[in-house]
């Protein structure tokens, strides 16, 4: 039996997941920062196991790694697709710019975050892999 790991980061990965959970091939572990979400998926999918992260928050992702690579220490594939996208008005003077950053904290820290903290992990394995869903703005 495969003993294949994934992270795919949000659960609206589900999907692409579900093959692998039915056949029992593989451990799917969803990530995302949405508890609501999260039980919904694992109602849909009760072999998965949820991780409540928001990948914006590098403690957060410290912390998911130590979690995970101790109960999963074969997972050796991680899929970063949490993503946002805004449409800002910037002709809309009340516009309040305070989180402006949100979109690069995670569509792009937060990948570079998410590789940074796993990598190590995924290099002693003999075969592994990361996919990013990337945007425009990463
Ligand atoms: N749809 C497109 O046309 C398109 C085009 C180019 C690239 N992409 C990329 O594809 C990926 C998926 O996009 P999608 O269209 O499927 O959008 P989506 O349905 O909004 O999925 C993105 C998911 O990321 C989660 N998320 C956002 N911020 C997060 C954070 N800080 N930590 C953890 N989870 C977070 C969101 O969950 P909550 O907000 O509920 O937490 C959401 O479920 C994204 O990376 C996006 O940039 C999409």
Redesign the pocket.
């Known amino acids: 039996m495969l003993q294949t790991s994934f992270i795919a ?4 990965c589900c999907q692409y997941a579900i093959g692998a959970v039915v056949t029992n091939v593989a451990n799917i572990i969803v990530t ?3 508890a609501n ?1 999260l039980r919904e998926a694992k109602t849909q999918f009760p072999k998965i196991r949820t991780f409540q ?4 928050n590098p403690s957060e992702i410290e912390q998911l790694y130590e979690d995970v690579t101790e109960q999963f220490p074969e997972l050796n594939i991680i899929i970063n ?5 805004r449409l800002i008005d910037l002709r809309d003077a009340t516009l309040n710019l305070e989180n402006i950053n949100s979109e690069i904290a ?2 792009l820290s ?1 990948t570079v975050q998410m590789v940074h903290q796993f990598l190590p992990h995924l290099l002693t394995k003999k075969s592994a892999a990361i996919v990013n ?3 425009g703005i990463a």
Request: charged share 15%.
């Open positions: 980061v949000h659960e609206n995302g920062r949405n979400a992260n928001d990948v914006s697709n949490a993503g946002i996208m995670t569509n937060g869903v990337s945007s």
